[in-house]
């Protein structure tokens, strides 16, 4: 690995390894992971944690352009569904560069996506 997703810009203020991802779109070109994200500290958008929580969340998009080749293995894990009926796929265990793109990894499967530009990060 190159580099950490904590490396990438927009990046820096995620913490990525207690975010939960709540889905993964695939299309012609575009890779896209629906998360509740973990805001740090320095984030401009952080915000204290509700009560009951360790961390401040916030509903986002990590968006990936100008795919030119995924590859996605081991995804046999299915979603988990939490006390309150919301579904998510687990946590990332890995985010990183790779010297084509980058590679993913957690209970969602592996996933290896090939692009020349950097992914985005939208909060809802």
């Known amino acids: ?8 810009d927009g990046f820096a203020d995620l913490y990525l390894e207690d975010s939960w991802v709540l889905d993964l779109v695939a299309r012609p070109g575009v890779f896209e992971v629906e998360a509740d994200l973990v805001l740090r500290q320095g984030h401009s958008e952080y915000v204290p944690p509700l009560a009951g929580e360790q961390y401040c969340y916030r509903k986002g998009v990590i968006s990936f352009s100008a795919v030119s080749d995924l ?17 998510d796929f687990g946590t990332f265990t890995m985010f990183g560069t790779t010297p084509d793109g980058y590679l993913l990894d957690g209970d969602f499967g592996t996933i290896r996506i090939a692009t020349g530009r950097s992914p985005k990060v939208t909060l809802q």
């Open 1 to 8: 690995m190159a580099n950490h997703y904590s490396d990438l």
């Open 71 to 87: 590859e996605w293995t081991h995804q046999g894990a299915p979603a988990a569904v939490d006390a309150t009926g919301t579904t």
